[in-house]
């Protein structure tokens, strides 16, 4: 049984840890998460993120607020996370509510970003019929004409999302199976934790 495992009380704490052995053994994206939502028809829907903060409220990623994802948790703003490091032999889930990040986190992040990102954001109806490639490029060279001569703003439809956590789960590959679970379920300002059958 793994030591960090064994001393954590703290679930987001243990997520830095594991996200930092992550990210000094995973080849690509070691930031990746499958990102499971549910529309207004209840059927689920999963797709790959990218986790760009984690603190104690809860852990960051950024869209197109009029993407599917977007509108599914217009709909339900309730989600699931999973992070899997296979080089590690460890993965997360969490479960939680789902709220919008500030104005000003949303334009601090989207500043960050690259200028070719930024110019895309503008042109991406994102998770809409594409009618050619064609509309792409020509909305692609409309908003880099309109902003090459300035900053390129956050669009208002472009912000991020908050999962806040009500359940984080830590599974730790064992050999014959004998996996290590750890659950963290919140009890109001504190966690609760319990160990699960593989």
Known sequence: MSGDLDRAADPIALFREWFAAAAAAEPNDPDAMALATVGDDQAPDVRMVLL?????????????????????????????????????????????????????????????????????AWASRQSRELE????????????????????????EYWSGYRVVPAAIEFWESRPFRLHDR?????????????????
């Open 52 to 120: 760009k903060g984690v603190d104690q409220r809860g852990f960051v990623f950024y869209t197109n607020l009029e993407s599917a994802k977007g509108v599914e948790l217009a709909a339900n703003p309730r989600a699931a996370l999973c992070f899997h490091w296979k080089s590690i032999g460890r993965q997360v889930r969490v479960r939680g509510t789902v709220e919008r990040v500030s104005d000003a986190e949303a334009d601090a992040y989207f500043a960050s970003r690259e200028w070719g990102s930024r110019i895309g």
């Open 132 to 155: 050619s490639d064609f509309a792409l490029e020509r909305a692609v060279a409309t908003y880099t004409t309109k902003f090459a001569l300035g900053e390129v703003p956050r669009p």
């Open 182 to 198: 750890r659950l963290f379920t919140r009890a109001g300002a504190a966690w609760r934790e319990a160990r699960l059958y593989p």
